[in-house]
Every structure is written in C-alpha cells, then in structure tokens.
C-alpha cells in the first residue's frame, strides 16, 4: 500500500471509505472531519466524490495495485512534499501548483456545485 511508495510519512491518518461519509451524490464532505481543513488532503479518483472540497483534492486515475513504480504515485509523492515544505494551507495550494493539472467540471451535481475547476495528476476524469 501507501507505506510501500513513501507517502505515509506525510499521513498523520488515513480515512477510507464508510457509511457515515456519504453526502449526495456520493460526494464525502471533509467538513464532518471535524479538523482545520487547511490541512487535510484527499487522493480520490472520482469528482463526485470530491465536489464539495475541491480545494483539498488531488484526483488520480484509477488503479487496483499501488507500487513504489507507479509514476502516478510517485507524482502525489511529489506534491505532498511540495506541500510539506512550504507554509500556504491546502486550499491555497492546490489550485496554484503547477504540479496538478487543473479541467473544468464536465456537469454539476447540484446547484451549490461552483464551476471551479477540479485539480490532479494523470488521465483523472473531472
């Protein structure tokens, strides 16, 4: 997994999946953490998953096996130590990083959805 790559020197916690982070649409509102959010960033690899925090998202394209050759690994890899090294909280960060490639919203999933862009590494689909 993750400790294989690296990555888990940047990781105070992870968090997968659960019945208590569903919103609609499937969407996981980092806002039920209960944590500053200037500090939390979330690997997904689907924009409905991730509409409502964007600014602390990095989509990635799907894979089953992580392995420390995973040149999409070894991207985030990258990113999280840019990240680490500098001083400007997430939300700040992501959408300014020339690390991350940065598409327009295919649809909106509500009417609170912005039309900011979505943020990732790779082929990840918006």
Same mark, same amino acid.
């Given at each position: 997994?993750? *400790? =294989? /790559? ?7 916690? /992870? ?5 208590? $982070?569903? *919103? ?5 509102? &980092? +806002? ?7 500090? !939390? !960033? ?11 925090? +964007? @600014? ?6 799907? $894979?089953? @096996?992580? =392995?420390?050759?995973?040149? !999409?690994?070894? %991207?985030? %890899?990258?990113? &999280? @130590? %840019?990240?680490?090294?500098? =001083? !400007?909280?997430?939300? *700040?960060?992501?959408?300014? /990083?020339?690390? &991350?490639?940065?598409?327009?919203? *295919?649809?909106? $999933?509500?009417? =609170?959805?912005?039309? %900011? ?6 082929? $990840? /689909?918006?």
């Amino acid at each position: 997994g993750l *400790q =294989s /790559t690296g990555m888990a020197q940047f990781m105070s916690q /992870t968090i997968f999946m659960g019945p208590w $982070f569903k *919103q609609p649409v499937g969407a996981k509102d &980092l +806002r039920l953490l209960g944590r500053d959010l200037d500090n !939390v !960033v979330i690997l997904e690899n689907s924009a409905s998953s991730v509409w409502l925090n +964007r @600014r602390n998202a990095i989509l990635i394209p799907d $894979f089953d @096996r992580p =392995s420390s050759s995973d040149a !999409v690994l070894r %991207e985030v %890899e990258g990113v &999280l @130590r %840019e990240l680490a090294a500098g =001083s !400007v909280p997430v939300p *700040q960060f992501i959408p300014v /990083t020339p690390r &991350l490639v940065h598409k327009c919203p *295919q649809h909106r $999933f509500d009417d =609170s959805d912005p039309a %900011e862009p979505y943020y990732g590494l790779g082929d $990840f /689909t918006s």
